[in-house]
């Protein structure tokens, strides 16, 4: 079960993977210099923890085991949350409790609607609060936390009270606080997540990269779709470059086949790990490397801003994030369909061009992408639309639109000049 670990920055997120964890990977715990220096976390930091599998769970598995993606809560590095939060299956909300929700807790909620089902609030740093008082703070932070999520999908989800760090993560407060409680809650709220058939085409989302002398290059990463063994031959698609897998571990523990949702170590030869340092790794020629796509699409409620066709944004699919031009087009949902609903796109139907995209549910909404420098993408690929250019300091939701490719083009000329995609606009004569 891979649970995201995700917040506003200083909630005390990664003292609290820490405080969980038994076992670390290669970036965890801000290893990365430049976070210890900032005193933050700049990246995304794996490790992982095991328990005996719960009563509704037990009469299928022994254990459940827990990798936790703890996420950075810094506004300017949404770029990286987005990229974690795409592997998840269970989102942990930390929440510090002597500040409540904050601007990155609310970007983190957003995020979290798009990319999973299932929540648990973390209120952390309870130590704070005055001990006469502790108890009645608790219950208030309650209170107000589940009537921020009313109108989310994460309605009633459950809350628990820890100190992940007594005294601050620069001193030695003592044991943790409330985390067994914790680990309690999570295991009563999973559920094993659905994974799509092995049959399917990989796709690994890489974070990390590094060599090993005389083995060869470690790619680690996240089993996003179908399955991978050691033997395989795969594609790095950013460098179009095909290697052989010569072994996979699973948090130090060698394994022959990883699967959807197996976060892993892949070990390949002849590749220079400065080459890469995240990316995605594929069955040979499923990923296209695109100026060109179509995705359908919705409209964040919480962004209060326009998404007028022409108009630039910053597109976020797995670790890549870059600029695009968006133009929105729509069609009437047929009788049997819901708007809502994964819509195909039929080359053969007309679609109204659209001079906004609208959060209605009249339509199925889709938007044509004409990006300024190649982005990987395959069908089904999740989109985020973003105004990342917005002030990090203000508290405006920046992210406007998310959905899935339904076509990426391996040219640009494909679709804009062969007459593939039929669009038409309404005029009228005075």
């Known amino acids: 079960i891979n649970v995201g670990v995700l917040g506003h920055v200083d909630s005390g997120k990664t003292s609290l993977a820490k405080a969980l964890s038994t076992t670390a990977s290669t970036a965890s715990f801000d290893k990365n210099p430049q976070s ?39 506004a300017s590095l949404i770029r990286t949350i987005i990229g974690g939060a795409q592997i998840i299956d269970v989102m942990m909300l930390v929440v510090d409790v002597t500040k409540g929700v904050q601007t990155q807790t609310a970007e983190c909620l957003v995020i979290g609607e798009i990319t999973c089902d299932l929540m648990l609030v973390v209120l952390n740093k309870i130590d704070l609060l005055p001990p ?61 997540p659905e994974r799509a058939s092995v049959a399917d085409p990989l796709l690994l989302s890489v974070d990390h990269c590094f060599s090993i002398r005389g083995q060869g290059t470690v790619l680690t990463g996240t089993v996003v779709q179908g399955s991978l063994s050691v033997g395989e031959v795969v594609e790095i698609a950013a460098l179009k470059i095909t290697r052989k897998v010569k072994s996979i571990q699973m948090f130090r523990k060698p394994i022959q086949k990883a699967i959807q949702g197996d976060r892993v170590g892949v070990c390949v030869t002849q590749l220079d790990p400065k080459q890469l340092e995240r990316g995605i790794v594929s069955t040979p020629g499923h990923v296209t490397s695109t100026l060109l796509a179509i995705a359908r699409v919705q409209r964040i409620p919480y962004f209060k801003g326009k998404c007028i066709s022409g108009a630039k944004f910053h597109i976020t699919a797995m670790h890549d994030t870059l600029l695009a031009r968006v133009t929105f087009f729509s069609r009437e949902p ?97």
């Open 36 to 74: 210890q220096e900032r005193g933050i976390t700049i990246d995304l930091g794996f490790s992982s923890f095991q328990v005996a599998a719960p009563k509704h769970l037990s009469d299928k598995f022994e254990f459940l085991h827990f990798t936790l993606v703890d996420c950075p809560g810094h």
């Open 132 to 192: 006469q008082q502790k108890e009645i703070s608790i219950e208030k932070m309650k209170k107000r936390i589940l009537k921020t999520l009313e109108k989310t999908r994460f309605a009633g989800s459950p809350v628990v009270a820890v100190a992940a760090k007594p005294g601050g993560a620069e001193n030695d407060g003592g044991e943790a606080d409330g985390v067994d409680r914790l680990v309690d809650m999570l295991c009563q709220l999973v559920r094993v």
């Open 334 to 430: 047929s009788s049997n369909e819901e708007a809502k609903s994964t819509a195909p796109l039929d080359m053969d139907r007309d679609y109204a061009w659209e001079p906004e995209l609208e959060q209605s549910d009249a339509k199925v909404w889709f938007v044509l992408l004409e990006m300024e420098h190649p982005l990987l993408l395959h069908p089904g690929t999740l989109l985020i639309g973003s105004k990342l250019d917005m002030d990090v300091q203000g508290t405006a939701c920046r992210i406007a639109f998310h959905g899935h490719v339904c076509r990426a083009f391996s040219e640009a000329d494909d679709c804009r000049h062969s007459g593939a995609l039929r669009v038409f606009k309404c005029k009228c004569k005075e």
